[in-house]
């Protein structure tokens, strides 16, 4: 299930909502419409990053917000703070703050890597060149570009002592990129995904999106295009979408979730293959420790899971060329299973298996993907040899006749 994370500048100067939000009042009450429309975790930003922002001092950004994080942490909502300072971060996860968002990747400040560590928290890792969002806008390829930089992000913070299951990426829509930029990367988001750890994605009001409306068309009016571009983003994996309007992406996330129960076809696949050829194959005995389960001590303690993977796939390029990079690599499918495995818990192996399944389908080549997890050590109270959950997701081709 894709997460909704809702935002809340307590700014005077967001290009979005600047000064509605400042008083801790008003903030609260909006962050509780937020969860009532339906915000899994709601976002906090003190700082405004729009193009000619004023850079804050760390003490009046976390007077700005941290009265907030203290009120929703302790009606129980999820909080993320928006932040690029060590300092913010470790005070606001002493109060409790579950995420901290830092746009600059911990390359703003050098203590944020290790606050977050010390701290427990989770972090996310966003793709920029800096905190001026206009600058060093080229590329020669940026989605290469951006998977590169966040790969090198990711192995930092690892390095400063933050697991990866606590590791979020951000492609930085908007950030140093120009709109062509920002397509590209939407419609690549795979190869983000392919990193093996969650997505999140901030397209919302973005101005790549208002080039898409009338000139002088109120900021407000970005958020149809922001639910749309949302709604592709979780159709490709994405793990969370960061949006203002949580109301508009919360039902189209529910009108996704409705068309995918009825088991139609997915509408975002290939169409107008004519010749395949039909092969497959099967990944036997993956091992891969994870922390998925309901009970408690599987969170804490972790065990072994078991995958099996059988793939249905065009290989007719594969056979034409005798080119392992026009087929499924089956060895880095193996460590992306794993990846997907290691990566943030949840409670079924059914959700496991799909996520697994879906990583498996990121490949275009593949048709289908059938998934068999196995949970060896489950807690059984009596004895047992294995206990396993298959799945099979796929895609319909369209072939020549059929309409």
């Not at 968002?101 to 890597?113: F, I, P, R, S």
């Not at 992000?153 to 920002?182: H, L, M, T, Y």
């Not at 208002?210 to 002088?216: D, H, R, T, V, Y």
């Amino acid at each position: 299930m894709t997460e909704v994370w809702g935002i809340l500048n307590v700014t005077p100067d967001s290009f979005s909502d600047g000064g509605r939000y400042v008083d801790p009042g008003a903030a609260i009450a909006h962050a509780r419409r937020l969860r009532a429309q339906g915000a899994d975790v709601i976002d906090i930003g003190g700082e405004s990053t729009r193009p000619g922002a004023t850079p804050l001092d760390p003490t009046e950004e976390l007077a700005r917000i941290l009265p907030v994080v203290e009120e929703l942490v302790r009606e129980g909502i999820r909080v993320s703070v928006d932040t690029i300072h060590a300092s913010t971060a470790r005070a606001v996860i002493a109060a409790g703050a579950e995420i901290i968002n830092d746009v600059t990747a911990g390359l703003h400040d050098e203590g944020m890597l290790g606050a977050v560590a010390e701290g427990g928290a989770r972090i996310v890792l966003m793709h920029s060149r800096g905190i001026d969002v206009t600058q060093d806008t080229h590329y020669d390829d940026v989605v290469t570009e951006v998977v590169e930089h966040l790969a090198a992000r990711v192995e930092a913070a690892v390095a400063a002592g933050i697991p990866r299951e606590r590791i979020v990426v951000d492609p930085g829509f908007g950030f140093s990129k120009e709109p062509g930029d920002n397509w590209r990367l939407l419609a690549n988001l795979h190869r983000v995904i392919g990193l093996g750890l969650p997505v999140l994605v901030g397209t919302s009001r973005k101005r790549f999106l208002g080039a898409l409306l009338p000139e002088g068309a109120p900021v407000e009016e970005r958020d149809a295009p922001t639910a749309a571009t949302s709604l592709l983003a979780a159709q490709r994996g994405a793990h969370a979408l960061r949006v203002h309007d949580v109301a508009s992406t919360a039902s189209a996330l529910r009108a996704l979730i409705a068309a995918e129960r009825a088991d139609g076809p997915r509408w975002d696949n290939a169409a107008g293959d004519i010749e395949r050829l039909a092969g497959s194959i099967a990944l036997r005995g993956i091992r891969a420790r994870g922390h998925h389960g309901v009970l408690p001590e599987e969170r804490r303690d972790g065990q072994e899971f078991v995958i099996d993977v059988d793939l249905v796939l065009d290989v007719r390029d594969a056979v034409a060329s005798d080119d392992v990079t026009r087929t499924v690599h089956y060895g880095e499918l193996a460590e992306r299973i794993v990846a997907a495995v290691e990566r943030d818990p949840v409670d079924l192996i059914e959700t496991l298996a799909d996520r697994i399944a879906r990583v498996c389908l990121e490949d275009r080549r593949v048709d289908h993907a059938h998934v068999t997890v196995h949970k060896p050590s489950a807690p059984i109270a009596v004895p047992f040899g294995d206990v396993s959950v298959s799945l099979g997701r796929g895609r319909l081709r369209q072939r020549e006749g059929i309409r």
